[in-house]
């Protein structure tokens, strides 16, 4: 059927990527209900092999269960390979960042690359309308906020999508709250209304990351080898088996021996060296992103005043765009408050209240120590 | 979809005929409810319904009634014929030893690999090009000893038909049975058993315009195979349990009309196949169609599409309303070529580029033209889908 003779119908069609759980389940529900024509689709992203045990997302179960929730809702279900490119742009990305002593963000890049452009093209061959999915965010003429259920907002995981993708999505469950989703997936009869929630990175089956990282990367690999560790002023208190192994704010696994705790507070990969320090030491000032993406026309600009993000969770925190901001295609931020383990690799992302203005990566030049300290 | 469906997908599936399903309907009511092994009246009346069935199927594929061993389907009838068949040999100082063509349906390729399993041994049979059982590998494995040759009569995936009398003279020869897959050959080709020497055919019924979960084995000689399942003495041990009666009279009455009617359904299909091969090959520059060369049965046709993936075309073609299938089930989405279509030495990227296309006596010329308009459509649709994941 044509597109045109579909807008005759006043019906639009939609693609909702359905993971196998509730949220998603859920949202292709409310599509239906909403008279929507809707296409359920799952992507299949990458394989376990057989030695895994079975996972809450992604796993055989989850398509199975994807497929019988579509079934109940009499709405024709797919399943889309994206592995090939969900393998360069993701988990490749996810090995290159800790190689380089960064702690990625692995949601971010799918819904960036993955689900918003690749699923996206599926979807556009399918002469679809719009893209839905389960994400806890609200899209409202064009813009994206957070979604209605504060403790579920995942609004900082889609800073980096296309702005002109942004008008196409649906976020049904985006004005529920999670005990809403869940009635809601009770009251319709739905095989997945009670499934536990994935909380780790999908392609990670153990929340164990280093053996995906020990798989990739060469065995030499520096990321992966034996080297200082040591504190702020230089001296060298021990060695770790790897700088892949740490993150910014981590104390599992440092030497011990401190009169106060003690957490890594950088990572010089060029060195092979982990920099630990104080809690004081782990607060910074100034944050700055590359990688920018803007999901409005009207970007802040040098001396504005917005609120940043720099974790999933973590408030967000007034900032002013710096009047010489970095170098091109970066921004650098002046946090009116100090902000805990700004971790390289992560996402910093600005909102104007509730809305998504847009974000960037953080990078890892800043060390943090020493301006907490002046 | 507004769109209606166009089925050509007969190959996995046949709707129930009218016909089938009226003479099923007495055994699903009060009426005709009894069971086959009971003395009283109302067993009589399922006995006797079950015995008209065999006859019928026996009389469709040349048989005598008495080599009917109803089954579950084709599934459990390959099975039979392959495990049963080994473990019989082995019991019997034969050797336990199997040899399977690489293009045999999942069903006995598996069976095979039970075999090997339980101790002991599967060797496989290679194909030509067209999917012809090579003769020379055949001869070989027949000296080396084997208790059983399952060779498929027709290929359930791209139609070629074996030269099965050929086979099963060389396999009676070497004193091996000849095991024939024949779920895709029976009311498409013509079937007798009774021509052959040392051979054993599995039937399923839903093929043909019967209902799901029936099949046969057919088998000359009760003794070449051991049963699987074990527990009442029905059909004489060989396959117990209380029979499917309506199932069995649905089996029937679809097999007595597919051997009835087997010369104008072929030539009602084979039109309808040459015409979408014409059709999709003038359409589609670059298709092709495999097994071309050899004789294939007429209800089916299997086409490769290159540049496309197979996951793709039926996902665009099932929302167009045209319903066909790749080569092989796909569970998990990732994509595996057809394990007929690599055995035939097909290309990776073409075999998974491949569709299956396959008409029953239901389907017109009217349909036909239909998916000749959606099918270039869509091909040319996943090709440029193709083109814009691949930046």
């Known amino acids: 059927m044509t597109r045109q003779r579909r807008n005759q119908e006043a019906r639009q069609r939609v693609l909702v990527a359905m993971s196998g759980g509730v949220d998603s389940s859920v949202a292709a529900a409310l599509l239906v209900e909403q008279g929507y024509e809707v296409i359920g689709a799952t992507m299949k992203l990458f394989c376990y092999g057989d030695d895994v045990p079975d996972r809450p997302c992604c796993s055989l179960d989850s ?33 290159d960042e800790y190689a380089h002593g960064r702690t990625p963000i692995p949601c971010v890049r799918c819904n960036s690359f993955t689900k918003f452009r690749d699923l996206l093209a599926h979807a556009d061959a399918l002469e679809c309308d719009a893209i839905a999915t389960g994400h806890y965010v609200v899209q409202r003429d064009g813009a994206l906020y957070r979604g209605r259920d504060a403790n579920k907002d995942q609004s900082y995981f889609l800073w980096g999508i296309d ?44 929340g164990d990351y280093l053996p995906v990282l020990e798989q990739h990367l060469p065995s030499d690999a520096p990321a992966l080898a034996p080297g200082p560790v040591v504190t702020t002023t230089g001296t060298v208190v021990g060695e770790h088996q790897g700088f892949a192994r740490f993150t910014i704010g981590q104390r599992r696994g440092l030497p011990g021996g401190f ?114 300290a002046t | ?63 005598e009634p008495g080599w009917i061993y109803f089954t579950s389907g084709g599934t459990e009838a390959d099975n039979l014929a392959v495990l049963g068949g080994a473990l019989a040999a082995k019991a019997g100082g034969r050797p336990f030893r199997v040899a399977v063509s690489a293009t045999e349906h999942k069903a006995v390729l598996a069976a095979a690999h039970a075999v090997d399993g339980l101790g002991g041994e599967a060797v496989t049979l290679p194909v030509d090009g067209d999917g012809l059982v090579d003769l020379g590998g055949l001869d070989e494995a027949l000296a080396g000893g084997v208790a059983l040759v399952a060779v498929m009569w027709v290929n359930n995936e791209v139609g070629t038909i074996q030269h099965v009398a050929t086979l099963a003279d060389r396999c009676a020869a070497a004193g091996a049975w000849l095991v024939c897959d024949a779920v895709q050959a029976l009311g498409k080709v013509p079937c007798a058993l009774a021509d052959l020497p040392r051979a054993m055919l599995a039937l399923s019924a ?63 299909v084979g039109a309808l196949r040459d015409a979408l091969e014409a059709g999709l090959t003038r359409a589609i520059a670059d298709a092709v169609v495999h097994a071309a060369r050899v004789p294939r049965a007429p209800h089916v046709t299997n086409i490769a599409f290159p540049g496309t993936d197979s996951e793709a075309l039926l996902m665009h073609l099932d929302l167009a309303g045209v319903c066909c299938s790749s080569g ?64």
């Open chain 2, 1 to 63: 979809m507004a769109t209606p469906a166009i089925y050509l997908d007969n190959a996995a599936t046949t709707p129930v005929l009218p016909e089938v399903r009226d003479v099923m309907l007495p055994f699903l009511d009060a009426t005709a409810f009894g069971n086959p092994s009971s003395r009283h009246r109302f067993g009589r009346v399922a006995r006797a319904a079950v015995e008209r069935a065999r006859a019928q199927v026996a009389a469709a594929i040349g048989a």
């Open chain 1, 63 to 95: 398509i199975a269960d994807a497929r019988a929730v579509a079934d109940r809702l009499g709405i024709s279900h797919y399943l889309l390979n994206l592995e090939d490119r969900f393998g360069r742009d993701v988990i490749g990305n996810f090995v």
């Open chain 2, 206 to 268: 839903h093929k043909i315009g019967g209902p799901k979960g029936t099949g046969a084995l057919v088998v000359p000689d009760a003794h070449a195979v051991h049963p699987l399942i074990h527990g009442g003495g029905q059909q004489g041990g060989l396959r117990p349990g209380t029979e499917n009666v309506a199932g069995v009279v649905g089996f029937g009455q679809a097999a007595e009309r597919a051997g009835r009617q087997a010369h104008a359904a072929a030539a009602h």
């Open chain 1, 259 to 372: 009169p106060e705790p003690m957490y890594v507070v950088a990572i010089v990969p060029d060195a092979c060296t982990v920099v630990i320090g104080t809690e004081r030491d782990l607060y910074g000032r100034v944050v700055t992103l590359d990688e920018l993406n803007w999901l409005t026309a009207d970007p802040p600009r040098p001396g504005d005043t917005c609120d940043v993000q720099v974790r999933y969770r973590a408030p967000a925190v007034p900032a002013r765009v710096a009047p010489n901001g970095g170098p091109p295609g970066s921004l650098r931020l002046e946090l009116l408050e100090p902000v805990r383990a700004i971790a390289p690799g992560q996402s910093g992302v600005l909102y104007d209240g509730s809305r998504l203005l847009g974000g960037g990566i953080i990078t890892g030049q800043e060390p943090r120590w020493t301006s907490s």
């Open chain 2, 328 to 391: 092989s089930a796909c569970t998990t989405g990732a994509v595996t070529p057809s394990h007929v279509l690599t055995a035939m030495g097909v290309p990776r990227d073409r075999a998974v580029a491949s569709l299956r296309f396959s008409f029953g006596p239901q389907n017109t010329m009217a349909e036909v033209e239909q998916a000749l308009d959606v099918v270039p459509q869509v091909v040319e649709k996943v090709r440029s889908l193709g083109a814009v994941l691949r930046r």
């Open chain 1, 163 to 206: 702005r002109s993708v942004v008008a196409r999505m649906r976020t049904p469950v985006g004005e529920c709250t999670k005990a809403e989703t869940r009635a809601a997936a009770r009251t319709l009869g739905l095989v997945t209304a009670d499934k536990p929630e994935s909380v780790e990175i999908c392609f990670v089956p153990t």
